[in-house]
């Protein structure tokens, strides 16, 4: 019997936690659940534990994001012996086969590897999640198991012998980049990045462009683009640096900084949509 932590990380949005949790109680009993409640004011951490007393809640500063949140999440679980760690943004509903194929996936790797999800919309139109080609394409199910290069952490997990090479999430990250990071330093060690051959849940798109904000002055802007939910180019220095290159990464920051100068007329005309916020 595999021994699984859930770790999830949540803000503000007690009914969609509370739907998330339902059915990931719904789907196993056998699991221990980690949730980081990042100083919410809506109720959640007292709904959590009158409905789930067994959940293993950990009180936020208010100023963790997803990456530090899940981290922090982690750092409890770690502190106990498990077979499996499973990632899980508290806006996932997960399918009835979620764990059968996570697990079954781990085997075909001999648990030298991680599995990311495969999630799609609600209404099964679109998949969102789960993971990225070389190209940046979105890795669509196929019944196999695919290599993936960026890898989203909406659904992720991770056997011990992986969490034992690798350690944590790095904590550098805020909000954003954790999960890519995290996949890569997975690769770095020998390790496979893999998809679940078929979708496993369904979950919310977040199409918000983090690298300009439009119709906006400069410093707004800027503003948007320093702060955790935007796309901060220091971090993103950090993060090209450690896989790319420091030539990667200086010329990804003058690039930001650039972009977030032009006028927005100026960027439309040379990046159509790209950065429509």
């Known amino acids: 019997m595999n021994k699984t932590a859930v770790l999830l990380t949540c803000f503000n949005r007690k009914k969609d936690t509370l739907k998330c949790l339902n059915q990931l109680f719904f789907l196993s009993q056998d699991i221990d659940v980690y949730v980081v409640d990042d100083n919410s004011s809506d109720g959640t951490s007292a709904a959590i534990l009158k409905k789930y007393p067994d959940v293993h809640l950990i009180k936020g500063n208010g100023d963790l994001f997803w990456s530090r949140g899940m981290h922090l999440a982690w750092e409890h679980a770690s502190k106990n012996k498990y077979d499996f760690y499973l990632w899980l943004n508290d806006d996932v509903i997960l399918y009835e086969n979620c764990f059968d194929e ?3 996936c781990t085997n075909i790797l001999s648990c030298k590897g991680i599995v990311s999800g495969i999630i799609e919309t609600a ?3 679109k998949i969102i999640y789960g993971g990225t080609d070389r190209q940046r394409n979105i890795i669509k199910p196929n019944g196999h198991l695919q290599q993936i290069t960026n890898m989203n952490g909406n659904v992720v997990l991770i056997p011990s ?4 090479k690798l350690g944590n ?7 954003d980049l954790g999960d890519v990071d995290y996949g890569y330093r997975t690769h770095k060690e020998g390790f496979s990045v893999c998809s679940t051959r078929v979708v496993v849940g369904s979950g919310q798109v977040n199409d918000l462009c983090r690298m300009r904000v439009e119709n906006c002055s400069l410093k707004e802007r800027f503003q948007k683009l320093y702060s955790p939910l935007g796309s901060p180019p220091k971090l993103n220095f950090y993060f090209r640096k450690r896989h790319f290159g420091f030539l990667n990464a200086f010329s990804f920051y003058a690039f930001q900084l650039v972009l977030n100068t032009l006028p927005d007329s100026l960027v439309k005309l040379i990046f159509g949509n790209k950065y429509s916020s």
């Open 123 to 125: 209404d099964k139109s």
């Open 161 to 164: 012998a992986v969490f034992e």
């Open 102 to 104: 996570l697990y079954a």
């Open 169 to 175: 999430l790095d904590p550098t990250f805020h909000h």
